[in-house]
């Protein structure tokens, strides 16, 4: 019986499998060859269809037209004309026929005239109407500092009036006027007249702690009517004077400000204790660059209605600075990623910006003399040890070189341009020696720029015929002030030694007509700013500057790579379309120097 392929054994009564017959193959070989058949369809599909057209003329007359003018009904209008009084101008002509002081921030020749009228600069941004009525109708500030009978020293130039009516306006404003254009003076004008108005109450000024003085001067000289307290001492006297409210206007350092952060910070806008001020001033604002550090956190953390930021180098390493001012300003107004031209828009309405090419023709010229010097034959071989040693060592530590092995070196090299370690050689030396005889023959006056404050005192002992005097970060605050009038009124004392950290901003020293550079910063805005210690208003005569440059040396390479990235400021206040470009170097360019290969990791900026 037969299952599947089993077959049942009737002997055994087990099954044996039966094998299946192989299946029967045929081939047949079709030998089917394709035959084409050229129709030509193809490329009549390709072809596009004709289609054929016909004109058919029209005889249809032209339409006539007829144009009749309808003008619309005049509207009588009554004007009013509300002259200025004829004492205005005549007070102010007043003031400005006074003999100028050499200190004053703001100090005008006798005989300039001063415009008319000024009109208060409203912001681009007000909305409602009553408040856009409000500045229409708003008086000249002539008018308005007339009518609170706010008298000057001397009469500000047409400029300043405009920098006090912008000032004036705004709930948040950058003053960035070029170094010696008196933004202190512009500054402490709309201050007073916003506190004689009644539109504010308290003031905070913060400042670098060696200006915290200066502005107090200026306040007696352009406000003295003005309570001002310097915020110092000890906690418990600090504490005392930040609770005085007789005192409208108070001055502190950003030093202090950390050591009082407690004052200023809370969990929210009701906290208790928390001081509370109408308006917040930074002096020197680029000091809030970082937005991470935390001098900028605390000083965004003051409670306050209006903001404003002086500064004349509001962008000195990257755009990333401008944008760290804002976020104390206007938070979330700038970002980074914004091109320099969109950023110099966005700005446009909060910053104001003069150059003294601009708005002082009266100011004399700004000369610069680049002395371009080699190493003597002792110096030229010790910095060719020191440069080959330096490269060889940071070549071997390969990826284990960081950015500051490569500064310790160029430091090195400097100081080396400066002065021979070994001899005390330096051809700067002798070509600053040179100039100053001259200097002093003729009875001027001189500044002398270093980074290093051993540099200044090896100079100091060896310009002992020039009676030269010191001011750096090791003289005491409290001294600083008394160097700076020896040194305007004694006729033996010719040359001031001046450090760029100390003396960078906020000195008046415009009696000065040299100015030498002895070693180079990182960033030429840190230049300009020493330079305009003496090209400001008042200057006596023109001022010339002389920059010692090294050829051959680390100097001369540093310099290279300055000069090509300087447009990034320009840019970013003059609108042009340039690329995104930084004023620093970055840690690649500093590699670059010696032909060295940077290192992974982020990238810096020097400031």
């Not at 604002?285 to 900028?296: D, E, G, H, L």
């Not at 030229?380 to 990826?399: F, K, N, P, S």
């Not at 004694?490 to 020293?509: E, F, M």
Request: charged share 25%; with cysteine.
């Amino acid at each position: 019986r037969m299952n599947h392929g089993f077959e049942s054994l009737e002997t055994t009564g087990g099954r044996r499998w039966i094998k299946d017959q192989p299946p029967a193959i045929h081939h047949e070989d079709l030998q089917l060859a394709p035959q084409p058949f050229v129709t030509g369809w193809n490329r009549a599909i390709q072809r596009d269809v004709p289609v054929p057209a016909r004109s058919l003329p029209l005889g249809i007359v032209r339409p006539k037209t007829i144009c009749i003018p309808i003008q619309s009904p005049r509207v009588p209008v009554r004007s009013f004309l509300f002259s200025e009084p004829a004492s205005l101008a005549g007070r102010f002509a007043a003031a400005g026929g006074e003999q100028p002081t050499a200190g004053s921030s703001a100090a005008r020749p006798p005989g300039a005239t001063l415009r008319s009228t000024t009109r208060v600069r409203p912001p681009t941004d007000v909305i409602k109407l009553e408040d856009r009525l409000a500045y229409l109708l708003q008086p000249s500030l002539e008018m308005l500092l007339a009518e609170r009978w706010l008298d000057f020293p001397f009469a500000p130039f047409p400029y300043q009036m405009e920098g006090i009516a912008f000032l004036y306006a705004r709930q948040a404003a950058v003053l960035a006027d070029e170094m010696g254009l008196g933004k202190t003076m512009q500054a402490i004008t709309a201050i007073r007249l916003l506190l004689r108005c009644g539109e504010i109450r308290s003031v905070l000024l913060v400042c670098p702690k060696p200006l915290v003085s200066n502005w107090k001067r200026e306040f007696d000289q352009w406000a003295p009517e003005i309570p001002v307290a310097i915020v110092e001492g000890d906690q418990r006297r600090r504490h005392w004077q930040w609770q005085l409210a007789d005192v409208p206007v108070k001055i502190a350092n950003y030093e202090l400000m950390l050591r009082d952060r407690e004052l200023f910070e809370g969990r929210g806008p009701e906290a208790e204790g928390r001081l509370r001020f109408d308006l917040a001033v930074l002096d020197e604002a680029q000091r809030i660059k970082n937005q991470r550090s935390t001098t900028s956190q605390i000083v965004r953390s003051v409670a306050r209605r209006r903001n404003w930021a002086l500064t004349g180098t509001p962008v000195e390493n990257s755009a990333e600075d401008l944008v760290g001012i804002f976020e104390f300003l206007v938070p979330g107004h700038l970002s980074p990623e914004m091109k320099p031209s969109t950023m110099g828009r966005s700005v446009s309405d909060y910053v104001l910006r003069r150059t003294k090419d601009k708005v002082l023709t009266e100011l004399p010229p700004k000369m610069f003399r680049d002395a371009e010097l080699s190493l003597l034959p002792e110096q030229q071989e010790t910095y060719r040890l020191a440069e080959d040693e330096g490269v060889l060592r940071i070549g071997e530590m390969g990826d284990q070189a960081t950015i500051q092995h490569v500064f310790e070196l160029i430091l090195r090299l400097k100081q080396i341009c400066n002065f021979d370690p070994a001899t005390g050689a330096s051809v700067k030396f002798e070509r600053l020696e040179a100039d100053l005889e001259e200097v002093a023959a003729s009875g001027r006056k001189a500044l002398v720029f270093s980074q290093w404050v051993s540099t200044l005192r090896r100079l100091s002992g060896q310009l002992e015929r020039f009676g030269p005097l010191e001011f750096h970060g090791k003289i005491p605050p409290g001294q600083r002030g008394e160097v700076i009038e020896r040194f305007r009124h004694s006729p033996d004392k010719h040359v001031l030694l001046i450090s760029y950290g100390a003396g960078g901003v906020g000195l008046n020293l415009q009696f000065c007509e040299y100015v030498f550079l002895f070693d180079r910063w990182w960033n030429p805005a840190i230049e300009d700013q020493a330079v305009n210690r003496a090209h400001r208003i008042g200057a006596a005569g023109p001022v010339t500057v002389t920059r010692f440059l090294m050829l051959d040396t680390i100097e001369e390479r540093i310099n290279l790579v300055l000069e090509e990235k300087r447009e990034l400021f320009d840019t970013i206040f003059s609108g042009a379309e340039q690329r995104h470009k930084k004023l620093g170097m970055t840690q690649a360019e500093i590699f670059g120097l010696f032909d060295l290969r940077s290192p992974g990791g982020p990238i810096r900026y020097v400031a």
